[in-house]
């Protein structure tokens, strides 16, 4: 498989993997999705609460809070000497305590502190609850690392996609110049150039073949690479995109040469 990175932007990188089939890259998804290691509050001791919001409400907006995840420091519980009771290699505790003053007060992720500087929420500005004048919250929440095969919030990518690689090309022969095709495609793919009409940045193309409607029958054909894919990462700050999409690529070859070795002893 040949990697080229197209375009990253901070959470978000676009890559093309070329020489893999369908199969393949639907199981890199699925692997970025479910099976990466990525921190969460999943336990919340609520020790005072005279807001509005009900504890099981605020433990659940806490528990979706992605957390800045540091792979290296920490263990999976199920992979912890302490059996997955909880102790300073598998397990983060963050404190949240907040006092209205006379006015409504917004509680951000920000206000909470936590033990290990390397596991903080990966945006400050997350809005937790409002306090009403003189309510308030004191609050000790445990992180610690999951999958998103066990449940979403530990999943390290808010979107994961691909689409196939475009073949846009334009019959000379068959094209009369009108230009409606580059007025009609939303991803300005088509432009007139000189007396004839050229392709651009077609790796943006979503293939609605608009183009393809509007003009001389055969004058535009589109079609896609069987064996190349156009992936769109984006991470929810957990993890960085890259290391996401190396870590991905680090369990899927691991957990194939388990079924392999399966295989092999049947
Ligand atoms: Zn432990």
Do not use: W
């Not at 509005?52 to 809070?65: F, I, N, P, S, T």
């Not at 792979?71 to 305590?97: A, F, M």
């Not at 936590?114 to 309510?135: E, R």
């Amino acid at each position: 498989m040949e990697i080229t990175i197209i375009r990253k932007q901070d959470n978000i990188i676009h890559f093309l993997a070329e020489g893999i089939d369908v199969a393949f890259a639907n199981a890199l998804r699925r692997t970025m999705l479910t099976r990466l290691p990525a921190m969460a509050i999943d336990e919340v001791l609520v020790l005072e609460n005279t807001s509005v919001m009900y504890d099981e409400m605020l433990a659940h907006r806490m528990g979706l809070l992605p957390l800045v995840t540091d792979l290296d420091s920490y263990n999976l519980p199920e992979d912890c000497d302490c059996e997955g009771k909880g102790c300073s290699l598998c397990q983060c505790t963050l404190t949240l305590e907040k006092q209205a003053g006379d006015e409504v007060e917004v509680v951000y992720s920000r206000d909470l502190t936590s033990q290990d500087p390397k596991v903080v929420p990966a945006s400050g500005d997350i809005p937790l609850v409002k306090l009403a004048p003189h309510q308030h919250l004191i609050i000790e929440a445990y992180a610690r690392l999951g999958k998103g095969v066990e449940n979403a919030k530990f999943q390290p990518v808010s979107t994961v996609s691909y689409k196939y690689v475009p073949i846009v090309e334009v019959n000379k022969e068959e094209c009369n110049k009108c230009g409606d095709c580059v007025a009609v495609c939303p991803k300005n793919i088509l432009l007139v150039e000189g007396d004839t009409i050229a392709t651009q940045n077609t790796l943006d193309c979503s293939l609605c073949e608009a183009c393809v409607e509007v003009c001389e029958p055969g004058a535009i054909t589109i079609d896609s690479k069987k064996d190349s894919f156009l992936f769109k990462v984006e991470s929810t700050g957990a993890l960085t995109p890259e290391k996401i999409v190396e870590k991905a690529a680090e369990i899927l070859k691991e957990r194939i040469r388990l079924a392999l070795d399966y295989a092999n002893s049947l």
